[in-house]
């Protein structure tokens, strides 16, 4: 939901209506129904909105929104227990003028202060002015989901939902050599020791589950501040619980959880990609808004005659639970004409055309007028979905003696058709886990040092700040928190988050509630993996629910479009020489990956280098 801009500065000349309106105008996408603005009467603070209305459709959800002649907001997201928290606020004696969700927000803020984030069950990223503390307090929602990005100098302090915004007010848009040079060699797209970083200096991002808060002052010309985190993904301690009562816990929080992601004064639909975690949504809004009576909308990508296609899975569910199934095919050709627009919205590079399949799905809600669409996002990273996480769950086994069982979790993955791996080196790092992170690290630093294309000069200019990292991992949890806060996930809710936004629609996340978050971290790992099977307890919490050909489906898709046939497209190949003949003029590349023929790979392979030199020359 919406755009948000602002700037703080002490000098007044800097904090100006037609500023503002240049940063809002950069990201009408976000709310193309009304702009707002506000400028304080000293003119050193200055906020600005973009508005998509989905809570209380009238004028009193307009932002920048006032409380108690005191607070000014400007915000983006949904607090989706909004409607508890007000109550709470009301018996406090806290009063309302609107239904919408920004009040509340206000209100709380009035109420507890920085702690009112302890609070809220949403996804949102907010400035709120003081101005009688003369205090700045920003907050981002604890996975990030919603985006928060700034700038400071001198003349004071910029920020907005998309960094356009920023170029918009004169922010210099330069790229950040390191962060591209990680992404070219070893494809990270964000730095997981420094979630600050982007891939443009001089620009931030709030981390998620972080805030900061200053104060203006006269006396100093810029605008100093800390962030902070406030809140922390405990994955150390363990629940004692058995099986049947850990499935009806897991079974009640996420139910509870879509249920509140349903709240909403305009239309609501489902992405559907045929897998476990979208169809369990839909499957759950069924027997929440009951049954039979009510028909939902879902919208999916389809790639009839590849072999990761899924649509005969999205038939089943669809047929299943009686829904207005609507299907997009991407093309190859059709991905040649939105690059340009698909760049655009994502600014910095991305792993794979993976994304491309997601943009057009909203994109088809945006034609079918349904504004809110719930997705499956992080049911892999939290509850172990990936094959790969078979290792970690392994080693732990072996870590604390239970070899039959290992061996046993080994052979039903195996009779399961998964094709995982393992052999002494598992077994060594299952004893030497710090010993392992660190010859990962010199692997991966060996791997960058050695790619054929990347420029000696340019290299060694900014080897020093390339920041390769392996996380300590003796347990599954370990490498879950890794994907999940610091890498893998972060990337993924970037991606969703422009794509939903280059169309006005807005993603739900119901897998993403921190309670349930919380909780599935604090299981033991055999809920998770068990008898072979990943996300276990999810599967047994939908085993009555979803046809067997879904719950127990063996086959991990990754939303995986036909890329290799794509970058096949002479328009496409033409676009990549493009890409390298920019990057070697920026000194980049060598002049030699000129003659290369382009690689043509799938969309998560691990060499896609061609990918990302046509991504990372859009940084120019």
């Known amino acids: 939901m919406c755009g948000i801009a602002g700037i703080i500065s002490t000098n007044p000349h800097n904090v100006s209506r037609q500023r503002l309106q240049a940063m809002t105008d950069s990201i009408a996408h976000r709310g193309p129904e009304s702009d707002g603005f506000w400028i304080n009467k000293t003119h050193n603070v200055g906020f600005g909105h973009r508005r998509l209305s989905i809570i209380d459709l009238s004028e009193s959800g307009a932002q920048p929104m006032h409380y108690a002649g005191r607070y000014t907001i400007t915000y983006n997201g949904e607090i989706y227990n909004y409607v508890e928290v007000k109550k709470q606020l009301l018996s406090k004696g806290y009063q309302f003028t609107s239904s919408c969700d920004t009040e509340v927000v206000l209100a709380a803020y009035a109420c507890y202060g920085k702690n009112c984030l302890d609070y809220f069950?949403?996804?949102?990223?907010?400035?709120?002015?003081?101005?009688?503390?003369?205090?700045?307090?920003?907050a981002r929602d604890r996975f990030g989901e919603k985006p928060f990005y700034y700038s400071h100098d001198e003349n004071g302090f910029l920020f907005a939902s998309e960094m356009k915004a920023l170029w918009a007010a004169g922010t210099p848009r330069h790229a950040d050599s390191s962060m591209l040079l990680n992404y070219l060699t070893i494809g990270y797209t964000n730095d997981p020791t420094d979630l600050s970083r982007t891939f443009f200096k001089n620009i931030g991002s709030l981390p998620a589950a972080h805030y900061f808060e200053c104060r203006l002052s006269?006396?100093?010309?810029?605008?100093?501040?800390?962030?902070?985190?406030?809140?922390?993904?405990?994955?150390?301690?363990?629940?004692?619980?058995?099986?049947?009562?850990?499935?009806?816990?897991?079974?009640?929080?996420?139910?509870?959880?879509?249920?509140?992601?349903?709240?909403?004064?305009?239309?609501?639909?489902?992405?559907?990609?045929?897998?476990?975690?979208?169809?369990?949504?839909?499957?759950t809004i069924h027997a929440l808004l009951g049954g039979g009576n009510y028909s939902q909308s879902a919208f999916s990508a389809i790639f009839p005659g590849f072999d990761k296609d899924e649509s005969k899975q999205v038939a089943l569910v669809a047929e299943k639970f009686k829904l207005n199934s609507y299907a997009v095919s991407p093309t190859g050709d059709e991905l040649v004409n939105d690059l340009e627009k698909l760049f655009y919205h994502q600014e910095e590079p991305f792993q794979s055309s993976s994304i491309y399949a997601q943009y057009k799905v909203y994109e088809l809600a945006k034609q079918y007028g349904v504004t809110v669409l719930l997705d499956g996002q992080g049911a892999d990273e939290t509850l172990a979905g990936y094959h790969q996480y078979y290792h970690w769950y392994w080693q732990e086994l072996i870590l604390r003696s239970k070899f039959k069982k290992q061996k046993a979790e080994q052979q039903k993955a195996k009779e399961m058709g998964v094709d995982v791996s393992w052999g002494w080196k598992n077994y060594l790092a299952a004893y030497l886990p710090a010993l392992t992170a660190q010859q990962l690290e010199k692997r991966v630093s060996r791997q960058q040092r050695r790619h054929p294309d990347i420029n000696s000069d340019f290299f060694m200019a900014n080897a020093d700040r390339m920041s390769v990292y392996k996380p300590v991992t003796d347990k599954l949890n370990d490498i879950l928190y890794f994907n999940t806060m610091q890498t893998g996930l972060v990337e993924l809710l970037r991606y969703a988050d422009r794509n939903s936004m280059a169309h006005s629609r807005e993603v739900r996340l119901p897998f993403l509630n921190h309670e349930l978050v919380q909780f599935i971290f604090s299981l033991p790992s055999h809920f998770k993996i068990k008898d072979g099977w990943t996300k276990w307890i999810l599967r047994q919490s939908m085993s009555y629910v979803l046809p067997n050909e879904i719950t127990w489906r063996t086959d991990k898709v990754g939303f995986e479009p036909p890329q290799q046939l794509w970058m096949q497209q002479p328009a496409m190949i033409e676009n990549i020489y493009e890409s390298r003949r920019k990057l070697v003029k920026q000194g980049i590349l060598r002049s030699s990956v000129l003659q290369k023929p382009i690689d043509k790979q799938s969309a998560h392979a691990a060499g896609n280098f061609d990918w990302r030199y046509l991504c990372a020359a859009q940084c120019f």
């Open 121 to 138: 069950d949403g996804m949102f990223a907010f400035a709120i002015w003081d101005e009688e503390e003369q205090t700045l307090f920003c």
């Open 218 to 283: 006269v006396t100093n010309s810029g605008l100093g501040f800390a962030v902070i985190p406030y809140w922390h993904l405990d994955k150390e301690t363990r629940t004692n619980i058995n099986e049947n009562d850990a499935i009806e816990k897991f079974s009640e929080l996420f139910q509870t959880s879509v249920k509140r992601r349903l709240r909403s004064d305009v239309a609501i639909g489902t992405s559907l990609s045929g897998g476990l975690d979208s169809s369990s949504i839909v499957a």
